[in-house]
């Protein structure tokens, strides 16, 4: 599972619209610059089952036996944003550099030096009354909100690995897939109104399976949207991808398509949320290239390719998550607790069916001990299970606290 985690770039989305920027400066040619972001530390202990039957499931992401103890950066990682904006005659102007670092290095070493420094957001904005157009580095449209609502993101969730460097997972591939932070060209609609369309232009990636057939040639960008609806208390959402790429040996093309949405009902002292997604060629957990394959000797690793069969056709994958959320009236402890799922499934033609699960059942207490200080404790039960051997799952649980500052 260590591998997984160093692929799996932590969520850096939030930090900024969570936190209360405490340092703008007013530049004299009518330019805004503001500083803000996140630090967070959490103290995991994990203890997966030694049982567990489930071995080389494509898509898997919990191995078989292992204990471990770990300090390191949550779902989110510590966060710094850089911000400058402007105005010249009517069009607005900006320019957002976000640095992502985390506290810790993978493995077990005393002498760790270089612990990741993510450069997860890099883009310039473009608006007036008729909406924004953002180009640069920014998270995806597909399941942006999908994870963007969960739990986890104040938290742990599944670790990614028990030595593992980078973020954790939360619940990317235990209910939705990681939107990742890639170059695009979106235009979205004002903001501040109860309907907001953004589309994009992405740079595209290439349809390869781990049997190496390769749909490598990518000649059209790839198209993302999404489409948000909030009338009074309630956020309903829609997201799409859509990604075309080429076997030039072959001479034959494949399109991968998904589709995601949700709701949020939220008042002050609850909130309840549900989301899922289904896609074709686009793999699980990480967007077209997925993670998978675990066995009792080298755990769980990267694999690429796992939203194309070994037959050369394209996947199915799909998922869920249901949460809840209660505050008690003037308390600032908030209790939350999620179920959520992913599923890969073989396609008709390859010779051995399979349909991997990852599961993650999560518990959390949230304490708001100041304004920009959270204290979260959390606890969570994870397994992976190949539906077609029958096999045993393999199951883990991962309790941790963590502070989390905001500035």
Known sequence: MKRVALLCVGLAVGAASVAEAQLTMQMSNGWSFTFSGNVNAFAIYESTDEGGGTIGAPGGLIGIGGKGFNVRTGLLPAFAVFDAKGKEGNTDLGV?????????????????????????????TVGGTWGQILAGREIGLFNRQNILTDQTLFGVGATGGINGGGTTLGRIGFGYIYPNFVAQMTYSTPAGRSTQLSIGL????????????????????????????????????????????????ADETKTAVGAGGGFRFGKTRFSLTGSGYYGKGI???????????????????????????????????????????????????????SYGSSFLESTDGEPTAFKTENTLISGGLYYQATKSLKVVGEGNYAWTKEHESGADENKTFAPAVGLMLFF
């Open 96 to 124: 957002h550099f976000g640095f992502a670092p985390q506290i810790q290095c993978g493995g077990q070493a005393h002498d760790c030096f270089g612990a990741q420094i993510d450069m997860r957001q890099v883009y310039l």
């Open 283 to 337: 793999g699980t957990t990480l967007q077209f290239n997925g993670v998978g394959g675990c066995d009792a000797v080298a755990g769980c690793g990267p694999v690429q390719g796992i939203g194309v069969g070994s037959d050369g056709e394209l996947r199915n994958s799909y998922g869920y998550i249901g949460q809840l959320t209660f505050t008690p009236s003037a308390s600032k402890v908030t209790v939350a607790a």
């Open 202 to 249: 992405f740079q595209p990636s290439a349809l390869n399976s781990d049997a190496g057939t390769a749909y490598g040639q990518t000649e059209v960008p790839r198209l993302e949207a999404e489409v948000t609806i909030k009338p009074g208390d309630l956020l309903l959402w829609l997201n799409g991808t859509a990604q075309n790429a080429k076997n030039p040996v």
